[in-house]
């Protein structure tokens, strides 16, 4: 896919989730309609555990831990006064065991030597947006929001895991799409600062469950080009049948069960279930436009 036409998003992060356009979450609803359940909790732990790493500015200001109160009738009164003040204030409250879990995930993660050098890099651009275009597709939208990218060096995205343990977390990366989000990414960035990754695709995991010695671990997981290959054709089949929902005002989502994906690379059934799952796809947009 040849993509193009990058328009700088400045409009904040309520705006961009707002925003119309197509992202890798949207994308993916149009090949896997059951997207695993996540609880306001899991978001939120995810959302300071990113601020943490790539927004220590604004974890610092706006971070807390939620206080805990008794179950007596004045207990219930403070609490009440107490939530009316964090959120006048416009605190970000965590229960105090995910408050401290995505802290010291966060630690783990920066005593890391490669993702400090990526955060720190001079030319580094953290959480910077754009809405652009595919060329194949002129009806779409699409948006793009990599946690931290340095262009010509690699690409960081930061994922929390309720895995025990980091290999866990290779095993269920499929479930999520994340081969498809990176595919997106890499290809937009690629067309975008005109300059490859030389050091590919980063994730940057943290485990919110403690090993046993306590520990909340942390690691750099770099995608398998093949990993990335596969990623791109789920994505391709995404936007046919985007773009075959916009042409029909329906949706079209078509269950992919070539589970699981990983960051290893993909078996040969893997890759030709995403291969008849883009056939499909072709077929359906092919459809819609003899209509």
Same mark, same amino acid.
């Given at each position: ?28 609803? $149009?090949?896997?309609?059951? *997207?695993? #359940?996540?609880?306001?909790? /899991? ?5 300071? $555990? ?10 610092? =200001?706006?971070?807390? =831990? ?22 006048? @204030? ?18 783990? =993660? ?23 275009? /595919?060329?194949? $597709? ?7 929001? #990599? @946690?931290?990218?340095? #262009? ?12 025990? @343990? ?29 300059? *490859? ?9 943290? /485990? ?15 995608? +398998?080009? @093949? ?25 079209? *989502? ?11 690379? *993909? ?12 056939? +499909? ?11």
């Amino acid at each position: 896919m040849r993509f193009h036409d990058f328009t700088e998003f400045t409009g904040g992060d309520d705006a961009y989730f707002a925003h119309p356009a197509l992202g890798s979450t949207a994308l993916k609803g $149009f090949v896997d309609p059951t *997207p695993l #359940p996540k609880t306001d909790l /899991c978001l939120r732990e995810g959302t300071a $555990f990113h601020w943490l790493l790539f927004a220590r500015d604004v974890a610092k =200001a706006r971070l807390i =831990a939620a206080k805990t109160f008794g179950t007596k009738n004045v207990d219930k009164e403070e609490k009440a006064a107490w939530e009316e003040w964090a959120r006048q @204030d416009g605190k970000f409250t965590l229960p105090k065991a995910s408050f401290d879990a995505v802290h010291k995930m966060a630690e783990s =993660a920066l005593k890391i030597a490669e993702v400090r050098v990526l955060i720190e890099h001079r030319d580094a651009r953290i959480e910077q947006a754009q809405i652009f275009r /595919c060329e194949e $597709f002129p009806g779409l939208e699409l948006r793009r929001k #990599p @946690d931290v990218e340095v #262009p010509g060096l690699a690409m960081g995205d930061a994922k929390s895991t309720t895995e025990p @343990d980091l290999e866990g977390y290779a095993r269920t990366v499929g479930d999520l799409a994340h081969d498809m989000q990176a595919a997106l990414y890499h290809d937009s960035g690629l067309a975008y600062h005109q300059e *490859p990754y030389a050091l590919g695709v980063w994730h940057i995991v943290g /485990c919110k469950k403690p090993d046993r010695n306590g520990e909340h671990q942390a690691a750099i997981f770099m995608l +398998h080009a @093949d990993t990335i290959k596969r990623g791109r054709i789920v994505r391709d089949a995404a936007l046919f049948l985007a773009d075959v929902a916009r042409m029909t005002g329906r949706p079209v *989502p078509y269950r992919f069960n070539a589970r699981p994906r990983t960051l290893r690379r *993909p078996t040969r059934w893997e890759m030709s279930s995403a291969e008849a799952l883009l056939e +499909h796809a072709r077929e359906m947009y092919e459809h819609a436009t003899r209509g």
